[in-house]
């Protein structure tokens, strides 16, 4: 059954680096997202994807963030000068027609 | 702006005791509800989606259903790997991104 899969599962960085996460995508999809979890709290979206270019992002997507389809198959979030409150899961998704089929996350930790 | 309150917040229920989640939405123009199940430390996982009120939908132990206004997820006889947490998330007009709730925390003892 095809999945989506995420790299690395858990990063650890120090406050100010720059961080990428990396996914791949169910191969016949066509929008590609990013979530976040904060620890105990709700499932945030920050992005969407489509057609090579961003479809739609929220407040909290501004210009530390960054996303790209480098190639045919990876899907990737840059974090630019990483803060405290950046620590979270970060879950990819893609779908088709809402319906959205998540990765197992990454676990991001910022010291 | 699209909004999703779950309730309660945690059900702790014995096996085979059976029970419902609620979802309550304001959406401007549903395109589709969804429920997922969250294990800790794991991505949603999705389960169901339904698009217009009267709409149901079952998967073993779960019955998924659709108001103009809120979804239940009914949850008959259930035994402890229900134990999860359920998000419902909705889809609406205009936007690419899918609106998640804060969860409902099931626990299913012995």
């Known amino acids: 059954e095809p999945e989506v899969t995420q790299t690395p599962s858990h990063q650890v960085t120090q406050m100010g680096q720059e961080v990428i996460l990396r996914c791949v995508p169910i191969s016949n999809h066509l929008y590609f997202y990013w979530y976040r979890q904060i620890l105990g709290q709700k499932v945030e979206f920050l992005v969407s994807f489509y057609n090579n270019e961003i479809s739609e992002k929220s407040e909290i997507f501004d210009d530390q963030f960054s996303v790209e389809r480098p190639d045919g198959s990876n899907f990737t979030l840059k974090i630019r000068s990483t803060k405290l409150e950046d620590s979270a899961m970060y879950f990819c998704?893609?779908?088709?027609?809402?319906?959205?089929?998540f990765g197992e996350g990454s676990r991001l930790t910022v010291l | 702006e699209d909004q999703v309150t779950q309730s309660p917040e945690a059900l702790r229920l014995q096996e085979g005791e059976s029970s419902s989640l609620n979802c309550s939405y304001t959406v401007s123009g549903l395109r589709g509800l969804f429920w997922y199940r969250q294990d800790p430390g794991k991505g949603p996982e999705f389960l169901f989606t339904l698009y217009s009120a009267g709409e149901e939908k079952e998967k073993e132990r779960l019955k998924a259903t659709l108001t103009k206004k809120e979804s239940f997820l009914h949850i008959t006889a259930p035994k402890p790997e229900d134990s999860a947490t359920y998000l419902c998330a909705v889809h609406s007009g205009g936007y690419q991104k899918v609106t998640f709730g804060t969860g409902t925390k099931l626990q299913v003892i012995p």
């Open positions: 998704a893609s779908g088709n027609t809402g319906e959205l089929f």
